[in-house]
C-alpha cells in the first residue's frame, strides 16, 4: 500500500521547508533510513530520511520549491501500483500528475472556461533544472540584496560552490549551491532586493532553455491573488470662479525721498524724530528723509530698516543651489529602523541617571595592565560588571510575553557595536563566568568581526542585558532604545574630570554618567535603582568583581 511522506517539521519555529535537493529519484528503490532529500529549514539545511521502504513514485515538491509543513511531499509504494486516488482526492491534495492531468473530461457545460482557470496551468520545468530561491538567512529576514555574485552565468557550478554574497537584515553572508550544473539565468542583478522565496537563479544542464521558466515562475506569497484594485474616478475641474479684484486700502502717498546727508552736510529732521531716533540708537545720517526738502520725520523713523541704506553691507546673494542625494536603504538599516521602532511604540520606556567616581576604576584599569600580554578597557570593566549585577537582579534579566515574564538564569550581553551601515549587537554568552581579559579578547573579536560583515546569526541572538558605550566618542550623556526582547540597556558616557566634593573639600575627581533604560512592564523605579546600586559598588571597587 503506498504511504504518503509529507513536508516534516525539522525544528520547533519550522513553518514551511523548501527541497534544496532530491536524493532519490522517481522509480528509485527506497530503503529505511536512506536519505530522500535535504530540505532547508528556517534554521539550516538538514537532510530527510525515509522510514519507509518501498519505490519513490511520486514527487510532489520540485528541488526549489517551497511548501508547508504537513503537506505532500512524496509518494512511497510498490513499484507499479496506482496512486491516482491520493493524487486526486484525500486530505493532502498536491500538484497533479502528466496522468491525472491527461485524463478526458467530462460532459462539458454550456460554460466557456473561465481565464481565471487557465491561469493555474503550471510551467513545466525542464529535467535537470533547479529554480534557486532567494534563502532564508535569518529567523528575522524577509527579503534579501544581492551584494555581489561570485559565479556568473555560464559558470559551472558544484554543490558547496558559493554563488553568491546575499545581505539580510542582520549580515551579509555566503550562500552555497546546493545543486551541481551550469548557472543558466540570474534573476537579481547585484544590488537588487527581493522577498524570501522569490527568483534568485536558475541552475541546470549547460544549453537548457530557461527563458519561459524564468518568465512565469512565481513565488507562493506572489501567487495569492489580489484584491481587485478600484481606480478612483478623476475629478472633475471645476470651472473657474471669477476671481474679484483685490480690495486696495488707500495709502497716503509718501513725498518722494531724498538721498541720506553727505558727511558734514547738515542733517534736516523734525525734533520728533530727532528723539525718536536717539530713543532707538539710530544715527540719522544712514537716514533718507521723506519730508518736504529731505527733512526726516517720525514716518522715516518708524520705517528705517537698519542696512538698506546706502554704503551699508548688502544683502547677501546665494549663489548656491539647494542639492541633495538619495541612498537606499540597505536591508540592516531596514531591520534597525523596524525592530527600535517597535520597541519603542511597544515597550513602555522609562529612564534612570547615575553619575559614579572612577578614581579607583581608573587605578585598578592601570595595574591591571601592567600585568605582561594583559589589556582590558573600561567598557569591558562594565560588560562583567553588569553580568554580576544582573545575577542578583534576575528581574533586569528578563524578558516580556503576553501571558508570563521569564527571568533568564543565564546572562549574555549584547555589546552594541557601530559599523558603516549602521548598528549590530553581538553577544557574549555567559558573561558572569569569564574573566575580564577574556570578555576583552570576545569583546574585540566579535567587534572585528561586525566591521567586516562576517558575524552569523547565533553570534548576533541570545542576548539578556544590552550595554551601549558611546564614552570614546565624547559623549557624557545619552539614552538608548531597548533591544527587545531585553527588559533593560545601559547607556555608558564618557569619563569626564570634574571638581568633586570629598571629605568636606573640593577636589579633582573623575566621574563616568550612566543611564540605564527600563520596560517598565518588567522592570519596576526599584528594582531598577537596585540594580544601578549594586553596579555601583562593582565599578566604584572594582576588585571585588575579581573575589
Known amino acids: 500500500m503506498a504511504i504518503v511522506v509529507n513536508m516534516p517539521r525539522l525544528s520547533d519555529t519550522m513553518e514551511e521547508g523548501t527541497v534544496a535537493s532530491w536524493l532519490k529519484k522517481v522509480g528509485d528503490k527506497v530503503e529505511e533510513g536512506d536519505i530522500l532529500a535535504e530540505i532547508e529549514t528556517d534554521k539550516a539545511?538538514?537532510?530527510?530520511?525515509?522510514?519507509?521502504?518501498?519505490t519513490l513514485l511520486y514527487i510532489g515538491v520540485q528541488e526549489g520549491e517551497t511548501t508547508k509543513v504537513d503537506e505532500l511531499l512524496a509518494i512511497i509504494g510498490e513499484e507499479g501500483e496506482d496512486i491516482s486516488a491520493l493524487l486526486n482526492g484525500g486530505d493532502t491534495p498536491a500538484e497533479e500528475s502528466k496522468e491525472a492531468v491527461a485524463e478526458p473530461a467530462k460532459a462539458e457545460t454550456s460554460e466557456p472556461v473561465t481565464e481565471e482557470k487557465q491561469e493555474t496551468t503550471t510551467v513545466n520545468i525542464p529535467e535537470g533544472v533547479v529554480v534557486v530561491t532567494m534563502p532564508r538567512l535569518s529567523d528575522t529576514m524577509e527579503e534579501g540584496t544581492v551584494a555581489l555574485w561570485i559565479k556568473k552565468v555560464g559558470d559551472t557550478v558544484e554543490e558547496g560552490d558559493i554563488l553568491a554574497e546575499i545581505e539580510t537584515d542582520k549580515a551579509t553572508m555566503e550562500f552555497e549551491s546546493f545543486q551541481s550544473g551550469t548557472l543558466l539565468y540570474i534573476g537579481l542583478q547585484e544590488g537588487e532586493s527581493a522577498k524570501v522565496d522569490e527568483l534568485l537563479a536558475i541552475i541546470g544542464p549547460a544549453g537548457t532553455d530557461v527563458s519561459d521558466v524564468a518568465k512565469n515562475f512565481k513565488s507562493v506569497a506572489s501567487t495569492e491573488a489580489e484584491a481587485p484594485k478600484v481606480e478612483a474616478p478623476k475629478p472633475v475641474a471645476a470651472?473657474?470662479?471669477?476671481e474679484e479684484a483685490p480690495k486696495v486700502e488707500a495709502k497716503k502717498e509718501a513725498p518722494k525721498p531724498k538721498k541720506p546727508a553727505k558727511p558734514g552736510e547738515r542733517i534736516l529732521a523734525s525734533p520728533l524724530a530727532k528723539k525718536m531716533a536717539e530713543e532707538r540708537g539710530i544715527n540719522l545720517a544712514h537716514i533718507t528723509g521723506t519730508g518736504e526738502?529731505?527733512?526726516?520725520?517720525?514716518?522715516?523713523?518708524?520705517?528705517?530698516?537698519?542696512?538698506?541704506s546706502a554704503g551699508a553691507v548688502g544683502k547677501y546673494v546665494p549663489t548656491g543651489q539647494e542639492d541633495y542625494e538619495d541612498v537606499p536603504n540597505s536591508q540592516m538599516r531596514k531591520a534597525i529602523a523596524k525592530s527600535l521602532t517597535?520597541?519603542?511604540?511597544?515597550a513602555p520606556h522609562y529612564y534612570l541617571a547615575v553619575e559614579f567616581d572612577m578614581d579607583n576604576a581608573i587605578a585598578f584599569r592601570k595595574q591591571f595592565n601592567s600585568i605582561p600580554d594583559t589589556k582590558i578597557s573600561f567598557n569591558d570593566m562594565v560588560v562583567k560588571a553588569c553580568a554580576l549585577a544582573l545575577k542578583e537582579h534576575p528581574q533586569v534579566n528578563s524578558q516580556w510575553f503576553d501571558d508570563k515574564m521569564r527571568l533568564n538564569n543565564h546572562v549574555h550581553i549584547g555589546v552594541a557595536v557601530a559599523v558603516p551601515d549602521g548598528l549590530v549587537v553581538p553577544v557574549v554568552r555567559f558573561a558572569n563566568e569569564q574573566s575580564l581579559p577574556q570578555i576583552g579578547a570576545e569583546v574585540k573579536e566579535l567587534a572585528g568581526k561586525a566591521r567586516n560583515k562576517k558575524l552569523t546569526p547565533d553570534e548576533m541572538s541570545g542576548s539578556t542585558f544590552t550595554v551601549s558605550n558611546l564614552g570614546m566618542f565624547g559623549i557624557d550623556y545619552f539614552t538608548s532604545i531597548i533591544n527587545q526582547p531585553n527588559s533593560a540597556i545601559l547607556s555608558v558616557g564618557a569619563i569626564v574630570q570634574k571638581p568633586v566634593v570629598k571629605e568636606g573639600q573640593i577636589v579633582v575627581g573623575n566621574t563616568m554618567k550612566l543611564t540605564l533604560a527600563c520596560d517598565h512592564r518588567t522592570v519596576d523605579g526599584a528594582t531598577g535603582a537596585q540594580f544601578l546600586q549594586t553596579l555601583k559598588g562593582y565599578i566604584e571597587n572594582p576588585v571585588t568583581m575579581l573575589v
Open 293 to 308: 526738502n529731505g527733512r526726516i520725520v517720525k514716518f522715516d523713523i518708524e520705517n528705517f530698516v537698519p542696512g538698506s
Open 45 to 54: 539545511t538538514m537532510e530527510f530520511e525515509s522510514f519507509n521502504e518501498g
Open 239 to 242: 470651472a473657474p470662479k471669477a
Open 342 to 346: 517597535k520597541s519603542k511604540f511597544s
